[in-house]
């Protein structure tokens, strides 16, 4: 393959080469898809984002595997979350969203389930608060008289260069964010899951391998799997499963409203399949694990992140 130097016309985003058709060489090719782009907001717009990232397999077959379920979703609006709850609703199951201030992404994810047929409630707040934990549980009861499945999917991820960047104010708003709300959330809703519930929680491969640049959100997802692993095994004998996801590199809002802009070029170059993932590629998974496809499986942390780290 050919590849032709860059000039001082054209931004390299910390690659050595790029080629006619956008493949850049480090060490290896790797296709640009995102171009420079930063969000001073936490957690992020998905409607800044260009590209936008993919929520929607059109060729999923579901088969009625979450029929009457009914699901809470926390950072449902965009990403990941956005994704998981189309998918959900796919299978047949009522969608509550839980999200911060992401409106206009909320009403969109909105309106893509209920395009399918689907029902989904919006609830926003600050999961932060214990009052309005209080509320999305009082709300999803009084509407719907159940809860089957919570996905704890919410978080923030701030990128300092060292631990003396992170202020105590940066430490204890992602620490209450990533895992006290987790822990508040989880256990009001355990009040009302029934045997045959799941529990899906959210960390991260930094935890895995250690990303030097995030080390307070790093610290927090590492709580996750432990937080994972303890619920899982104390509720294993009430029939109700607890398991994590560990995402790798994908583009996400988070992404954009964390690193700093040259960055995002190169998102995903590290995994063998020198890409990062779209939310449509995971939640998959999620399904898997709120069916009942996955009744013998608790205390489990499924890795899916192109190969980068092998869990």
Same mark, same amino acid.
């Given at each position: 393959?050919?590849?032709?130097?860059?000039?001082?016309?054209?931004?390299?985003?910390?690659?050595?080469?790029?080629?006619?058709?956008?493949?850049?060489?480090?060490?290896?090719?790797?296709?640009?898809?995102?171009?420079?782009q930063?969000?001073?907001?936490?957690?992020?717009?998905?409607?800044?984002?260009?590209?936008?990232?993919?929520?929607n397999?059109?060729?999923?077959?579901?088969?009625?595997?979450?029929?009457?379920?009914?699901?809470?979703?926390?950072?449902?609006?965009?990403?990941?979350?956005?994704?998981?709850?189309?998918?959900?609703?796919?299978?047949?199951?009522?969608?509550?969203?839980?999200?911060?201030?992401?409106?206009?992404?909320?009403?969109?994810?909105?309106?893509?389930?209920?395009?399918?047929g689907?029902?989904? !409630?919006?609830?926003?707040?600050?999961?932060?608060?214990?009052?309005?934990?209080?509320?999305?549980?009082?709300?999803?009861?009084?509407?719907?008289?159940r809860?089957?499945?919570?996905?704890?999917?919410?978080?923030?991820?701030?990128?300092?260069?060292?631990?003396?960047?992170?202020?105590?104010?940066?430490?204890?708003?992602?620490?209450?964010?990533?895992?006290?709300?987790?822990?508040?959330?989880?256990?009001?809703?355990?009040?009302?899951?029934?045997?045959?519930?799941?529990?899906?929680?959210?960390?991260?491969? #930094?935890?895995? !391998?250690?990303?030097?640049?995030?080390?307070?959100y790093? #610290?927090?997802?590492?709580?996750?799997?432990?937080? #994972?692993?303890?619920?899982?095994t104390?509720?294993?004998?009430?029939?109700?499963?607890?398991?994590?996801?560990?995402p790798?590199?994908?583009?996400?809002?988070?992404?954009?409203?964390?690193?700093?802009?040259?960055?995002?070029?190169?998102?995903?170059?590290?995994?063998?399949?020198?890409?990062?993932?779209?939310?449509y590629?995971?939640?998959?998974?999620?399904?898997?694990?709120?069916?009942?496809?996955?009744?013998?499986?608790?205390?489990?942390?499924?890795?899916?992140?192109?190969?980068?780290?092998?869990?």
């Open positions: 393959m050919d590849y032709m130097c860059c000039d001082n016309n054209q931004n390299d985003y910390g690659l050595k080469y790029i080629d006619a058709q956008g493949y850049g060489l480090i060490c290896k090719d790797y296709k640009i898809e995102f171009p420079p930063h969000q001073d907001k936490q957690p992020g717009m998905e409607y800044l984002m260009v590209p936008r990232p993919i929520f397999n059109p060729y999923y077959r579901a088969s009625g595997k979450l029929m009457n379920k009914v699901a809470i979703i926390t950072g449902g609006d965009s990403g990941i979350g956005r994704a998981v709850a189309l998918g959900f609703a796919k299978e047949g199951a009522t969608v509550v969203i839980v999200y911060y201030d992401e409106h206009k992404d909320a009403e969109e994810t909105k309106a893509c389930i209920e395009e399918i689907g029902t989904c !409630v919006l609830i926003a707040g600050d999961i932060k608060d214990t009052c309005f934990c209080d509320k999305i549980i009082e709300d999803t009861m009084n509407r719907f008289g809860i089957d499945i919570l996905v704890n999917n919410a978080g923030v991820q701030y990128q300092q260069k060292s631990l003396t960047d992170i202020s105590d104010e940066q430490f204890d708003l992602t620490m209450k964010t990533n895992i006290y709300a987790m822990f508040y959330l989880t256990k009001r809703a355990l009040k009302h899951m029934l045997p045959g519930s799941s529990i899906i929680n959210v960390t991260s491969i #930094t935890t895995f !391998v250690g990303e030097p640049e995030l080390i307070d790093v #610290t927090s997802k590492g709580a996750i799997v432990g937080f #994972t692993r303890a619920l899982a104390n509720l294993a004998p009430k029939n109700i499963r607890v398991n994590a996801v560990s790798g590199v994908f583009w996400t809002p988070l992404q954009p409203a964390c690193w700093e802009k040259e960055k995002i070029p190169t998102l995903g170059s590290d995994a063998p399949m020198k890409r990062a993932g779209h939310p590629e995971i939640a998959p998974l999620f399904i898997y694990l709120a069916s009942q496809d996955s009744s013998y499986v608790t205390g489990q942390v499924m890795h899916i992140n192109g190969g980068q780290y092998k869990g």
